[in-house]
């Protein structure tokens, strides 16, 4: 029997997360809208701001094990060839509801 339910929608949502600037794995949240998302860094990092990516900007999404074992890994390539490296809880979920972005 074929699995038809919709992947989640994350619209409105933020999530706690990781993004891998350099070295540094700078702690922040991960918020989704219509057009994108935006990874805000928490204050307390040595490396601050944040990072915008439109959905329409993703070439494609790969998952990766952080430090090699842990399966908490999402990277995401534009368009132009940038990488962004995210560690997050429900990677799975998260990643289905990009790729149904990407392809909208």
């Known amino acids: 029997m074929a699995n038809n339910t919709q992947p989640a929608n994350f619209i409105g949502t933020s999530k706690a997360a990781n993004l891998f600037r350099g070295r540094e794995a700078v702690g922040g949240r991960l918020h989704f809208d219509e057009k ?19 959905y329409n900007e993703i070439k494609h999404i790969k998952a990766f094990r952080t430090l090699g074992i842990v399966p908490n890994g999402m990277a995401i390539v534009t368009k132009k060839g940038k990488e962004y490296r995210f560690v997050i809880n429900n990677r799975k979920a998260i990643m289905a509801f990009l790729n149904g972005k990407v392809q909208d």
């Open 36 to 54: 994108g998302m935006t990874f805000q860094s928490h204050k307390v990092n040595i490396q601050k701001g944040q990072s915008r990516i439109h």
